[in-house]
């Protein structure tokens, strides 16, 4: 009878409400409308103005349009890195507001806590991608992604958020200092966003050390990914891409993970 | 037999593996208590809200919750605690929203979250901010709503770090009196204040700890009977005068008493007031020092804290 009666609480304690509550924390009160704006506006920019400021450098015989589809899936892919963002920027947030001690005396885990950020930033991460999408059905007419290739990139967007979640969480978890996180958040992001497939494609004609970057960079394998499920085009090089990025995003989230639940939270 | 929520050995505790904010702590907080830790700024006393709340992990030494180890069990723990810390924490939005997060974390069902929100607003005087963000409110304020806040979820044992600070008379009673509710109700609770009459107030046991060590662990009734024979002289002189007298006044009065000087005041403990008053007059006039003020009073609780810190580990209690 005792033995039932604790099984019933334990049931009551299973881990996935208490994630669904960090979430649903998380988007009330961790994520202010001025900076989302900001994060899925500014590439809905860069769609728009890349969009057509490149158009009209190619000759009209190519057809306006096709750099727009190009940029399309990458800055779809883009939005992996901009969830990142949003992921340091709430432990950021919970830190510097006190709310992290707090919750870390709560009813979860630390690893809740941390999965609670992850989740929240893959669903920015997808709902901006999907911003993007809308945008560019407006843009474009007619879009080529089917459905499989949807929930392909879909998947893919999902895997970099957690990614860029990782890495973001990783840099906050060792700097203590807003002024540098900022800084070297900037960094990434440009670094990031510029030595990618996202603007431009891969060409052997790039300088060495800027292929190097290319090759390396996970925003390339995300873009090609993301690119590849919405023209339908999978290739074996995708998938070793799809592959290499899985590897690194385990390896990432094992490093944050295993930096956060050591770092002393109480300092702040 | 007693239950004991908290039982701590030889806790140890170093942020930077040099100096120990916790230096081999051991006692028991019992069921039903309300247990106040008192201590100088540094003492330790966050430090050991931090290690009962599984927030660090003690350097060394064993601790049990409810008979679990914070290293093992620490989710099980915290589902039955309620922790007030000393640092601000708020969520990004208004007042009553803060309540709102916090019920939902705390997975408290939609209707009894309000009725709980709608007590705890009221009871704690916050009817007039409730819409307002809880950073954009008086610091007093703040101090209610993250405490009132912690009342939204049911627990077995309450830490509040320094609770009161910056609460206004009223309120602080406010509070002081439904913690002292509550505890008949069942709730442990294991309370920091700076504040020695409010610990006196409300609580059952009272610790001190100074450098990580703790001096007196005891019954406040009993702390107060350890000083029982004892008076306690305060007195001030004028100005300039303290760096001769006090020596003189030291030796003057002898065995018997003692001289805890503060400046051009000093707190002079007594078992025969009548003859330090005469040896103080005397030796005042003798030396040509003016007494600005004298007076001659019960001991409280704040004597046998500055006493057992002053006396640093030597041991003036029993644990
Ligand atoms: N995060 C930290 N890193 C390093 N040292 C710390 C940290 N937190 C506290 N300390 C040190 O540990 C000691 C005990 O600090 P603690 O916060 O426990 O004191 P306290 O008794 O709560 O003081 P107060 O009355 O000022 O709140 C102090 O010497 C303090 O400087
Ligand atoms: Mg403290």
């Known amino acids: 009878m005792s033995s039932f009666a604790r099984s019933i609480t334990e049931v009551n304690h299973l881990e996935a409400p208490n994630i669904t509550r960090l979430i649903y924390r998380n988007i009330k009160v961790n994520t202010d409308p001025g900076s989302l704006t900001i994060l899925i506006g500014l590439p809905a920019m860069y769609l728009v103005f890349f969009g057509f400021g490149f158009a009209s450098l190619q000759s009209s015989a190519s057809g306006g349009s096709s750099y727009l589809s190009f940029l399309t899936p990458g800055l779809m892919g883009f939005q992996a890195v901009m969830a990142g963002t949003v992921g340091g920027g709430m432990l ?8 992290l001690a707090q919750l870390l005396v709560g009813p979860f885990t630390r690893l809740q806590y941390l999965l609670g950020i992850m989740l929240t930033s893959v669903a920015f991460g997808l709902a901006g991608a999907l911003v993007m999408l809308g945008i560019a059905d407006l843009l474009l007419g007619a879009l080529p992604v089917s459905l499989i290739g949807l929930g392909f990139l879909l998947a893919v967007i999902a895997v970099g958020s957690i990614f860029f979640g990782s890495l973001m969480l990783l840099i906050a978890a060792k700097i203590k200092s807003n002024t540098t996180y900022n800084s070297i958040q900037i960094l990434v992001l440009f670094l990031v966003n510029f030595a990618s497939t996202v603007f431009y494609p891969y060409s052997s004609a790039l300088p060495a050390a800027i292929r190097v970057l290319f090759a390396i960079n996970p925003l390339t394998y995300i873009a090609d990914a993301v690119r590849a499920g919405y023209f339908g085009a999978y290739t074996t090089t995708v998938g070793y891409e799809v592959l290499v990025l899985c590897a690194e995003t385990v390896a990432v989230l094992f490093l944050a993970v295993r930096a956060y639940m050591r770092s002393d939270v109480s300092t702040e | 037999m007693v239950d004991l929520v908290v039982e701590a050995e030889d806790l140890r505790h170093s942020y930077d593996g040099n100096r ?61 605690i309620g922790v007030v810390q000393q640092g601000e924490s708020f969520d990004f939005t208004t007042v009553e929203g803060n309540f709102d997060v916090y019920g939902v974390l705390w997975g408290i069902p939609r209707a009894e979250r309000r009725r709980r929100r709608e007590a705890l607003i009221q009871k704690f005087g916050l009817e007039e901010v409730r819409r307002q963000r809880s950073f954009d409110i008086s610091g007093g304020q703040k101090r209610r709503v993250q405490v009132a806040r912690e009342f939204i979820h049911g627990m077995d044992i309450l830490f509040l ?4 600070v910056g609460m206004d008379v009223i309120m602080r009673r406010t ?59 305060d007195l001030t002189i ?3 005068s303290a760096a001769r007298f006090i020596p003189a006044l030291t030796q003057g009065l002898g065995p018997g008493t003692s001289v805890m000087p503060e400046g051009d005041s000093m707190v002079i403990l007594t078992d025969d007031p009548k003859d330090s008053l005469a040896k103080i007059l005397e030796l005042s006039q003798k030396m040509g020092v003016q007494l600005e003020w004298i007076s001659v009073r019960k001991n409280t609780l704040e004597d046998v804290f500055l006493r057992s810190v002053d006396h640093g580990g030597e041991p003036l209690g029993s644990a």
Do not use: Q
């Open chain 1, 92 to 99: 950021w947030a919970d830190r510097r507001w006190g709310m």
């Open chain 2, 20 to 80: 120990f904010a916790l230096d081999g702590v051991s006692f028991t907080v019992r069921k039903g208590e309300v247990f106040g830790l008192l201590g100088k700024n540094g003492a330790g006393k966050s430090t050991l809200i931090k290690a009962m709340t599984t927030l660090i992990r003690p350097s060394s030494g064993t601790l049990r919750i409810f008979g679990m180890d914070p290293a093992k069990d620490g989710k099980k723990i915290r589902a039955r």
């Open chain 2, 161 to 164: 770090d320094e609770p009161t």
């Open chain 2, 175 to 233: 509070l002081l009196d439904s913690i002292r509710e509550e505890v008949k109700g069942g709730l442990t609770v294991v309370f920091t204040t700076h504040n020695l009459e409010e610990a006196d107030y409300v609580c059952d046991r009272i610790a001190v700890i100074d450098e990580g060590k703790l001096l007196v662990l005891d019954e406040v009734e009993n702390l107060k009977r350890l000083y029982g024979g004892k008076k306690t002289i």
């Open chain 2, 238 to 240: 004028d100005m300039g």
